[in-house]
Each structure stands twice: as C-alpha cells, then as structure tokens.
C-alpha cells in the first residue's frame, strides 16, 4: 500500500509513521509520498498509451525542487506558468523542449526567456501577447514555437474561482476569433504556430467539459490546417480532479475514455498538463494541536499550528480536505471546528467535523494536500513557511527546510 493509510492505529506515509517525522521535523510540515506520485503519473501516462501524447506536470500544483526532479525521473515533461517556474524546471534538469509556457500575464522578460531558451511551446493568450512574441523573436532572429490558447466557452462545473474556459473569464483567445488570429500570425517571421491550447478549470469531476473542450481544438486545428498552418499538437491542459472527501469520481482511465475519442481521428498529437490529480493526495500537512477551547455556546474550537498561511484552500474555495488525528483515540467524539492560529475568522481548515475529542499535543494530518498547499504559502503574521519532507523507498528527506524569521527579515532593510 502506497500512501497515507493506518497501521496498527498510527497514520503512516507509504509505511514510514507520520509521529516520527513529525517529532524528529517539527511542525507544521508537509510530508509527500514519492510512491504515489509515481504511481498516479504512471496511471494517466498508461491510460493514454494508445495515442502519442506527453504528460506536462503543471508545476504550480506543486514546485517544490525535488518533487520536479521526481517527474524529470519518470520521463516527465512541465507546464511552467512563470518565468520562476521556468527557471526552476531547468534547475530540476528539464530541457527547453520539454517545457511549455502558459500564462495570461506574461511579461517582456519572461516571453525573451522562453523565446530565448527555444521552449517546446508558449502557450498564447491574446493578439497583443503574439505581437509581442513576433516582435521579441524577430529581433533575436529566431522564431518563437507558439499554441494558440483557445477560450472555448465551456463551463467547467467546478468551483468558480477555478473555472477558466468561459469566455467571460481572462482566459485565452475567443475560439470565434481563433482562426482569424491565427492566420494573420502564421504568415509572421517571428512566429510558428505549432499548436493549440485549452485549459478549462481544475478540479474537474465531470468529465463532459473536457471532452467539449478537446472537440472544439480539433475543429479549428482542421480549419487551420485548411488555412495551410501546421498543427503539431493540441494541448488539451490540466484539470482532473480528486476525491477530497471519498466520493467517487473518474479515474485516469475515464479520462482517457473521455478524451481519446475526440481526438483519435485527428492524428495529431496531445499534451496533457496534470497537476493536482497527481500530487494532491501524495501530500498531507501535520499539525500539532495548540489549544482546545470551548467558546460560550458550547461551540468547540481546535486550536492547530497551522492555518491559512499553510494551506489557504479551505479559506479561499471553501475546500473541504479530511482532517484526521495521527493516533487514535477512544476518547468520545465531539463535533468541533478545526482551525488555525491566524487574526482571521476565516482561517479555519474544518468545519463541523466530528472526532474522538483531541487535546493539546495532539498530531493532526490535513490529508489530499500535496496539491496548491506549499506553494501557495504566505508569511502573513511573521509566519515561517513549513519545511517539506519526501518519504521515499522507506525512508524520508528534508526536500525544503523550515524558514526561519532571519530567512524573512534577510530581504529587508
Ligand atoms: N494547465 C494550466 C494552464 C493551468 O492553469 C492549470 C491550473 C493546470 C494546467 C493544472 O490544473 P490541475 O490539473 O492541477 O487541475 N489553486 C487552485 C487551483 C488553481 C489551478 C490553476 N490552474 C486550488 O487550490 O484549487
């Protein structure tokens, strides 16, 4: 068994106990099992064997150095939505051609470096960013690789701050303006048009969006090969979600089911971006219970060393994520809220959650975080960012050490 999973009562990580790391590591911490993260590649990796295509590990999911190096081992390509990401794909030894650049803000200096590097494709999102790519390759006398990212106007169904593929969102190219642009800029000496691009939310459980988003790249990748533009591939991005609280949802080979057929037809070749089905549920974040209180009402509040600065996805989607003692108790249950040290009502992990009654000291796993938790850290309140640690063939590493306030008050003057 690979994962997080009881053993004799104690919550272990790929059979490593999560007490142990914790005592030895302090908290709040994030532990990540490599085991699942392989094994979960390998799955999307296998269910798509039948079509040429290659995985692009949207590194905002997760870029923590040594989790980037792991999918570098497997094969793995990325999806870098920054000229951080960027850097740090080549630092985890990632080769241009392996990197797409997606983004819908990118910058002079961050186009001149993907154009520079000879990325595998930037993914662009607008006729003012291709000029800006034409102009900026040209005058290096070279011509960027470029995917059109196509705004399909499909709704994700997923939580609207993660929903991209409306037209009425800042995503993409309007896909009634797509052929049109694309024509014009095919004929440009800075640009190579070599794709196209579309990425319609995350966390996606219903899989018909993504299929309607595949269906509608095709279309317009055959107009376009009408129009005598050479389409190497769709990139149909990211988006298969998990299950956060144990209802079922498509597995790797659903989503090839859904996908494949959209576009066997077509011969061409796809990417995929995957991010948070891969890493979410090989994360989990312990925390040491601070304090447990009885507000008047009888409401009861755990109190826990980790908060929104941890991990700010319940606060900021109201996403729900397990919330399970390390050890287990007999004590009788009670119904509490489980929440962080933070100035802010809002900072709260869990609601409503029913559990043998903790007590201070006690060991908490906020489970299914591996995904969108470390790296969207703050340092709100003087908070140091949690170290990070990779259980791995039985044993663990510090992939990221604790900061600590020298670490913070270092870039100030
Ligand atoms: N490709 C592109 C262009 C993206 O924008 C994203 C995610 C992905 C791929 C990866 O999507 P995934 O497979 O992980 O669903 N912070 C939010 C999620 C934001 C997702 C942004 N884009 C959360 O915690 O739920």
Redesign the pocket.
């Known amino acids: 068994m690979t994962g997080f999973f009881r053993q004799h009562g104690t919550l272990v990580c790929d059979g490593v106990p999560l007490s142990r790391i914790a005592r030895a590591e302090g908290t709040p911490l994030y532990v990540y099992s490599a085991a699942t993260i392989v094994e979960r590649y390998r799955a999307i990796d296998e269910a798509f064997a039948s079509h040429p295509h290659t995985l692009h590990y ?1 590194l ?2 997760n870029s923590t150095l040594a989790i980037a190096r792991l999918f570098r081992g497997l094969g793995g390509n990325v ?1 870098a ?1 920054s000229g951080g990401e960027i850097d740090v794909a080549l630092r985890a030894g990632f080769i241009p051609p392996q990197i797409v650049f ?1 983004g819908v803000g990118k910058t002079q200096a961050e186009l001149a470096q993907a154009i520079e590097l000879g990325v595998k494709s930037i ?1 662009a999102e607008s006729d003012g960013e291709l000029e800006r790519i034409d102009a900026l390759a040209r005058a290096r006398q070279t011509r960027a690789r470029v995917a059109l990212r196509v705004n399909p106007d499909i709704d994700a169904r997923s ?1 609207p ?2 929903s ?1 593929g409306l037209k009425t969102n800042k995503f993409g190219i309007a896909l009634d303006r797509a052929r049109d642009i694309a024509r014009r800029f095919s004929r440009r000496e800075g640009i190579e048009i070599v794709g196209l691009h579309a ?1 319609v939310g ?3 459980t219903d899989l018909e969006p993504l299929t309607g988003a595949a269906r509608a790249l095709v279309a317009l990748a055959r107009e376009l090969q009408d129009d005598g533009v050479r389409i190497e591939h769709l990139d149909l ?5 998990i299950s956060y609280d144990g209802s079922p949802v498509p597995s790797a080979r659903d989503y090839a089911d859904a996908l494949l057929p959209a576009v066997r037809d077509s011969g061409l070749a796809i990417i995929l ?5 891969i890493v979410a549920p090989a994360g989990a974040l312990l925390s040491e219970v601070v304090d447990v209180k009885e507000q008047p009402g009888g409401k009861l509040f755990v109190v826990l060393d980790a908060g929104m600065t941890e991990l700010i ?1 319940p606060m ?2 109201n ?1 729900f994520h397990r919330i399970e003692p390390v050890e287990t108790a007999s004590t009788r249950e009670v119904l509490v809220d489980v929440v962080g040290p933070l100035c802010e009502s809002s900072d709260t992990l869990g609601k409503d959650r029913r559990m043998p009654r903790p007590e201070a000291g006690d060991l908490f796993a906020v489970l299914d975080a591996g ?2 938790g470390a790296v ?1 850290a703050s340092n709100y309140n003087r908070r140091p960012m949690p170290a990070e640690v990779l259980v791995e063939n039985g044993t663990y590493s510090v992939i990221k050490r604790r900061q600590t306030i020298d670490d913070l008050v270092a870039l100030e003057s």
């Open positions: 949207a905002k999911a999806d939505n997606t993914n939580h701050h993660i991209t990425h995350s966390q996606i991005g990211g988006g298969l979600g971006e995957p991010g948070r089905n996805r900021m989607y996403a995904a969108y969207m």
